[in-house]
């Protein structure tokens, strides 16, 4: 199957610094990527969806200043966490897709695990 | 967008078929009955997908009624190596996940 990466895999950064995780679909070219939390025992929650060269949508509740997230390019999406605070730590999952809709499998990565401190 | 409900948890033994039901019974008609699988601080995995009747693939089989308001992934003979959590859901645009079904196989 297709393969998503996520770099870094853990980053532990101190309160207000600015964290970018980076997404890449290797093997196949992504209209569509997703960026999701998600904390300890609790299912992943959606926090926008990004098509190339367009601005991100953002779900309800996600403030999009602070999860700032770039889709340049048809293999690349990054989310960086802007003046990140103890409560930002979390995982976060990002997925790609070929298509724009309809139900083309969504290939996820194996997620970053963010540390304030 | 279709609202799941699965049980919260399941438990089962290694080399028993295990079954695990979802509800989704406002499906909308465009929606592929997807289910996925995630393993503690890893990505969710693609297990299977369907539309209606019966889907087998190498790992499972998915029973989709005709009413599409339910359905059942099927994992045969199951192992110690099964045990994460186990998300169905209706995929047409966006994944929304529900809270999933815990499965713990014992030995």
């Known amino acids: 199957g297709a393969v998503v990466s996520q770099h870094p895999s853990r980053v532990i950064c101190k309160s207000g610094t600015s964290v970018k995780i980076e997404c890449r679909s290797l093997?196949?070219?992504?209209?569509?990527m997703f960026w999701y939390r998600q904390f300890p025992k609790q299912s992943l929650m959606l926090m926008a969806t990004?098509?190339?060269?367009?601005?991100?949508?953002?779900e309800q509740g996600v403030e999009k200043d602070k999860f700032l997230i770039n889709h340049a390019s048809l293999t690349l999406s990054t989310l960086t966490v802007t003046s990140a605070h103890p409560e930002d730590s979390s995982f976060y999952i990002c997925?790609?897709?070929?298509?724009?809709?309809?139900?083309?499998?969504?290939?996820f990565g194996p997620g970053t695990r963010l540390t304030v401190t | 967008l279709a609202k799941t409900t699965q049980p919260i948890s399941m438990d089962s033994y290694e080399g028993q078929e295990v079954n695990i039901t979802c509800s989704h019974n406002?499906?909308?008609?465009?929606?592929?009955i997807t289910w996925y699988q995630q393993f503690p601080s890893q990505g969710p995995r693609f297990i299977i997908q369907?539309?209606?009747t019966k889907v087998t693939n190498e790992v499972a089989s998915l029973f989709i009624p005709a009413d599409r308001k339910s359905s059942t992934l099927s994992l045969p003979r199951v192992s110690l190596s099964d045990t994460a959590v186990y998300y169905c859901?209706?995929?047409?645009?966006?994944?929304?996940f529900g809270k999933g079904t815990r499965l713990h196989i014992l030995p």
């Open positions: 997925s790609a897709r070929e298509g724009a809709s309809g139900p083309y499998e969504q290939y």
């Open positions: 093997d196949f070219q992504a209209t569509t």
């Open positions: 990004s098509n190339e060269g367009s601005k991100a949508t953002y």
């Open positions: 406002n499906i909308a008609t465009n929606d592929y």
């Open positions: 369907g539309y209606k």
């Open positions: 859901l209706g995929l047409y645009d966006k994944i929304i």
